[in-house]
């Protein structure tokens, strides 16, 4: 029997009703919001003197000088406009400037390679880029370029006539806009549903990146069917810090145009808990790396303070009400709260797997984690466990107006108005076939007609007796107990049992190493030490009484470094490029088997 889930009814119900008066594309999403509430604030940004604000009126006029400016220089219809640049108020006013203009943005990863640029600006045919600074430009203006022109966020512009700043680009637009009024509005109203709006390459676990074609109409379909849920509120303050390069963020713009709340905004992942302080958010979208960090933080009290933090999680996990839990929570589990603002509604965790445990944990501190699943390919944010009734452990159920199917060999599908138009310059109609994207992802629907994602079609291993190990749960389940992991890379392709490579996580490991009296060496030095790798089998042995026995790690061995995005071993979601792994150390997993 196929197994198939779909929204509760009362989502699909208001998701019809909003989408009869839709807007047709995502400029005019824009436009609407902005003539809606002008005078409310859209956007905070760091500056020298605290927070800054931005209304929706401010950044409207932004926007539609950037529209104009760009043409001014002679952008066409679709014509794709590249962004390289952290995660920034002005990434956003750019994306909407091209929107509004009729082009299509394509996306490119700060962290990315020169190789890899080159490799998306010449397939996408890029004939516009907006960088981060001059130290971009090398990347952007190399022999053969299909780049014509630069527009440079901070930093002077050099002597090239290829690369203004943005302030002259607004200018440009500024004085254009003078001569002709209705530019950029007209120019919005050209653009169709079906139109090319984002052309997003996709981080990938192997292989050179392929651009994903989203049409306008997804986007706004997503906008829609978030609000639908009715879990985000126009009075809600959402903090924003990961990559918008990603599909993840950009459907985090579209949620926010179609619901009206605020992001405060900045790229620097060092100082999220500091700016949680400041800004005092009510909701943070997040990756599950950033969860395990706070959770292997918190649980690293000791003695009285660890006591009473496990005393408090065990009372709230029981009851969420009576004497005991008020004196918890007061106590012990609002002053964990007060650490992220003291006003966090719920967080969302999207890009990889979470723990189930990790998701109680939080859950029962009060802060309720919303766990989603999408894929580029489907505008990232397709199925979602909604935060008022999570079934953890799952991905929830999709949006309204999408399906999913179960395949019979256990590989997820997904229909609905949030796929992709196909791939650019290459064959779709596999990925695509009957109009069900094939996800490539291994999944179950449970009774409560939620999606649990079990793993990766193409990562389960089979072991040389004939067994099947899932590594991503092992994984998942392993960064969970463990708080010195940074990454955990299971393995056993056709081996005859299972084994493992553990990333230190940098910080944890310098803790560490501080209790055990080596402070102020290397974290290669850390990773060799004796004492460390006697602390990991202990968890290791933990975790193996969770598994099956065939699933068990046998040996592990310490990497000396840690995995990164810049050496091309992680995607820029900090997923784990299994191959790139698997053959960069050959040598050290042929050892665990001799």
């Known amino acids: 029997m196929t197994q198939t889930c779909t929204a509760p009814p009362a989502e699909e119900a208001v998701l019809a009703e909003l989408r009869e008066h839709a807007p047709a594309s995502f400029g005019a999403m824009f436009l609407d919001r902005t003539a809606a509430q002008p005078r409310e604030v859209a956007y905070l940004r760091p500056g020298p003197d605290g927070w800054q604000s931005r209304t929706w009126a401010q950044t409207a006029q932004a926007v539609t000088e950037i529209a104009a400016g760009l043409l001014a220089l002679g952008l066409r219809p679709e014509d794709r406009v590249a962004i390289a640049a952290g995660t920034r108020v002005e990434w956003i006013e750019a994306d909407f400037g091209v929107m509004c203009a009729g082009g299509a943005t394509t996306t490119v990863y700060p962290s990315s390679s020169p190789e890899e640029v080159a490799h998306i600006l010449t397939d996408s045919g890029s004939r516009f880029a907006v960088a981060e600074d001059p130290s971009h430009l090398t990347r952007l203006l190399f022999a053969g370029t299909p780049v014509e022109q630069v527009v440079l966020i901070d930093g002077d512009a050099p002597d090239d006539p290829r690369v203004r700043t943005l302030a002259a680009l607004r200018a440009l637009g500024h004085d254009e806009l003078r001569e002709r009024p209705g530019l950029v509005e007209d120019a919005t109203a050209r653009v169709r549903p079906e139109h090319l709006a984002t ?112 005393w408090a999680i065990g009372v709230a996990d029981r009851r969420r009400s009576g004497l005991r839990y008020r ?6 589990l609002a002053k964990v709260r007060a650490r992220f603002g003291g006003r966090m509604r719920f967080f969302i965790s999207g890009a990889a797997a979470l723990s189930p445990d990790i998701a109680r944990w939080f ?35 999709p949006l309204a107006g999408t399906r999913v199917r179960i395949a019979d060999d256990g590989e997820i599908l997904l229909r609905g108005p949030g796929l992709m138009a196909g791939y650019h310059g290459l064959d779709s109609d596999a990925v695509l076939a009957g109009g069900w994207l094939h996800t490539g992802d291994i999944g179950e629907i449970t009774p409560g007609g939620s999606l649990r994602i079990t793993d990766r079609k193409k990562d389960l291993i089979k072991t040389s007796n004939g067994k ?10 392993f960064k969970a107990i463990c708080p010195l992991a940074g990454q955990f890379v299971v393995h056993g392709e056709n081996r005859k049992y299972i084994t493992a490579l553990i990333d230190l996580d940098p910080d944890e490991a310098r803790r560490w190493a501080a209790a055990h009296g080596l402070d102020g060496v290397t974290h290669a030095e850390i990773a060799g030490s004796a004492d460390l790798r006697e602390t990991l089998q202990g968890y290791v042995d933990q975790l193996n009484t969770t598994l099956n026995s065939w699933e068990t790690i046998k040996r592990f061995a310490v990497l000396d470094h840690p995995l990164s995005i810049e050496s091309g071993e992680l995607t820029s979601s900090l997923k784990l490029r299994r191959r790139v792994i698997e053959e960069r150390y050959r040598p050290v997993l042929d050892d665990l088997y001799t």
């Open 199 to 310: 052309l997003i390459y996709t981080s990938g676990t192997t292989g050179l990146p392929k651009g994903v074609r989203v049409a306008h109409s997804a986007w706004i379909y997503q906008g829609l069917a978030i609000r639908a849920m009715g879990i985000l509120h126009s009075d809600d303050l959402a903090y924003l810090w990961l990559p918008l390069s990603h599909a993840f963020g950009k459907a985090l713009l579209s949620c926010q145009l179609s619901v009206g709340f605020p992001f405060a905004v900045d790229g620097d992942v060092s100082r999220i808990v500091q700016r949680l302080g400041e800004v005092r958010p009510t909701i943070m979208p997040a990756v599950p790396r950033i969860f395990e960090k706070v959770y292997a933080a918190v649980s690293a009290a000791t003695g009285v303070q660890r006591r009473l933090l496990n």
């Open 327 to 332: 004196i918890a929570d007061r106590l012990v």
């Open 363 to 397: 859950d029962a501190i009060g802060l309720p984690i919303a766990e989603g699943y999408g894929l580029t390919e489907s505008c990232a944010t397709t199925v979602f466990n909604r935060p008022d009734r999570p079934e953890y452990g799952t991905v929830g159920m």
């Open 468 to 477: 099947y190990v899932a590594p991503q749960s092992i994984e998942a389940r």
